[in-house]
T-cell receptor
Framework: TAGITQAPTSQILAAGRSMTLRCTQD?????MYWYRQDLGLGLRLIHY???????GKGEVPDGYSVSRANTDDFPLTLASAVPSQTSVYFC???????????????FGPGTRLTVL | GQNIDQPTEMTATEGAIVQINCTYQ??????LFWYQQHAGEAPTFLSY??LDGLEEKGRFSSFLSRSKGYSYLLLKELQMKDSASYLC??????????WGAGTKLIIKP
C-alpha cells in the first residue's frame, strides 16, 4: 500500500511562476490537509478538506489554492510564487469524523520547494 | 490565543530516560498528539491523549493533564535511532491540529 504520495520531491521555481503540488492517497480517508514546515516554526495548516467537494482555509492560506474533486487527490496550487513560499510542504490525510473526534494524520514524504 | 510550547532542543545519553514537555493553550480542546519526525522525513504518529493520565506504549509513554494544559512524552531505554524531532500538537474546537515547533532530541553514545 502506497499510503500518501506527493510530487514532485523537490522543485526550484522562479518567482512569479505558478506551480501545482500533487498529493494522492489510497487509504480512502475523507479528510486531507496541506501544511508548510519552516525552520523554527511548527507545521502550519494552509488548506484542508473534510470530504470530497469541500475545502477550507487554514492558518496561512494566502497565495495558495486547493481543490478536492475526488477522495484520493488534493492538489495545492501556487498561482504566482514568491520567495516567502520557500518551504517544505507536507500533505496529510486522516479518517476523521466530528462525531468520533480527531484521528491521527498520515503524512506524505513532502515536497521541498525553493522560490528564487 | 492558541499556543503550543515545547523546548527547542534536548540532549540525552543512549540507554537513559528523557522527558519532553509540552504546554498548550487552544480554543477548545479535543486531545493532544505526539509525532516523531526524523530529519528529512515526514512526521509519524506516536500517541494521542484525550483523558488525564499516562498512556504507555512500549518504550514510549505520554502523559496529559487537562487542568494544567500540560503533556509530556517519556522515552525510556534510549536508542540512537530515537534521535529525531518530537512534535506536540493540540486540537482545537474544530478538531484541527495546532503544532508546536518541535523538540530536537540528540542522543549521545
Amino acid at each position: 500500500t502506497a499510503g500518501i504520495t506527493q510530487a514532485p520531491t523537490s522543485q526550484i521555481l522562479a518567482a512569479g511562476r505558478s506551480m501545482t503540488l500533487r498529493c494522492t492517497q489510497d487509504m480512502r480517508h475523507n479528510a486531507m490537509y496541506w501544511y508548510r514546515q519552516d525552520l523554527g516554526l511548527g507545521l502550519r495548516l494552509i488548506h484542508y478538506s473534510n470530504t470530497a467537494g469541500t475545502t477550507g482555509k487554514g492558518e496561512v492560506p494566502d497565495g495558495y489554492s486547493v481543490s478536492r474533486a475526488n477522495t484520493d487527490d488534493f492538489p495545492l496550487t501556487l498561482a504566482s510564487a514568491v520567495p516567502s513560499q520557500t518551504s517544505v510542504y507536507f500533505c496529510a490525510s486522516s479518517d476523521s469524523s466530528s462525531a468520533g473526534g480527531p484521528d491521527e494524520q498520515f503524512f506524505g514524504p513532502g515536497t521541498r520547494l525553493t522560490v528564487l | 490565543g492558541q499556543n503550543i510550547d515545547q523546548p527547542t532542543e534536548m540532549t540525552a545519553t543512549e540507554g537513559a530516560i528523557v522527558q519532553i514537555n509540552c504546554t498548550y493553550q487552544t480554543s477548545g480542546f479535543n486531545g493532544l498528539f505526539w509525532y516523531q519526525q526524523h530529519a528529512g522525513e515526514a512526521p509519524t504518529f506516536l500517541s494521542y491523549n484525550v483523558l488525564d493520565g499516562l498512556e504507555e506504549k512500549g518504550r514510549f509513554s505520554s502523559f496529559l493533564s487537562r487542568s494544567k494544559g500540560y503533556s509530556y512524552l517519556l522515552l525510556k531505554e534510549l536508542q540512537m535511532k530515537d534521535s529525531a524531532s518530537y512534535l506536540c500538537a493540540g486540537t482545537d474546537s474544530n478538531y484541527q491540529l495546532i503544532w508546536g515547533a518541535g523538540t530536537k532530541l540528540i542522543i549521545k553514545p
